[in-house]
Every structure is written in C-alpha cells, then in structure tokens.
C-alpha cells in the first residue's frame, strides 16, 4: 500500500534534510565513505575552486579538511522544491569553520559563510545529491 501523497512528500523532504547533515557530519569526523555516500558519483559539483565530478571531489575536499585540525560545519534548514516523485532542487545556507594550532599554541583559521544550490535525486529508494553549486557569500579570518 502506498503512502498518502501528503505523507510521502514530508518522507522524502526528511531523507533529503538527512543528506544533507550527513554531509555535514562526515566532512567534521573525517568520513571519506560517508561523504562519497552524500553524492551520486556522476554528479556535478562546482565549488568555485572545483568542477567536476563528485567521484573526483570527494577526495579533494576531504585532503582540504583534514588540513585543519579541528573542523565544524553547520547547515540551515533546507528550501525543498520538488519537480516529481525522484526530483528536488534543494537550498540551504551554511556556515564553516577550519582551524590549526600554531607553534606558539595559538588558533588561526577562517570563518565560511555561503549557499548550497543543490538538485537531488532518488534513484531506487535512496535520495542523494545529483548536481551542487556552491555559493561563498563571505569569509573571515579567525585570528
């Protein structure tokens, strides 16, 4: 029997929103597979610094982040739009954080802020993310 259309649609929005902090969480405990898991490997994704696909970013990004010693990402609640039952496009605002110690015991790093465009798909039962752009509003230096 299939869910009440109503139903369903509040199922898939919570598989995205899971998604996406799944992102979130595997860039900060350094989870190369669970971050591989947040994409289809044929996605494109474009981060400014980065396009391409997502088989190919996924390292990228995790070389970046384990640059910092301590890491912190924090994302919005996500705008979800869907154009049928296996496709969404997607916004959330985010926030980042990468710092290091320096040798005098010090902190330093940068402070992110920007916009996640993102199209999701379901392919099977699973949704992932299918294509993602990348908007960094600002940045400021952590001193």
Known sequence: MKPDPAVQELLDKQAIADVLQRYART???LDDAGQAGCY???AHIDYGFFTG???D???VVMQIERASQRRWHFL???AIRFHSADSASVECYGMATGIRQQDDGT???GLYGGR???EFERRGSEWRISRRQYIMDWKTPLD
């Open 76 to 78: 919005s609640a996500p």
């Open 40 to 42: 289809w490997p044929d």
């Open 107 to 109: 902190w330093s790093g």
């Open 57 to 59: 970013f996924v390292p």
């Open 53 to 55: 696909t997502a088989a």
């Open 27 to 29: 860039l900060d405990w």
């Open 116 to 118: 996640y465009l993102d």
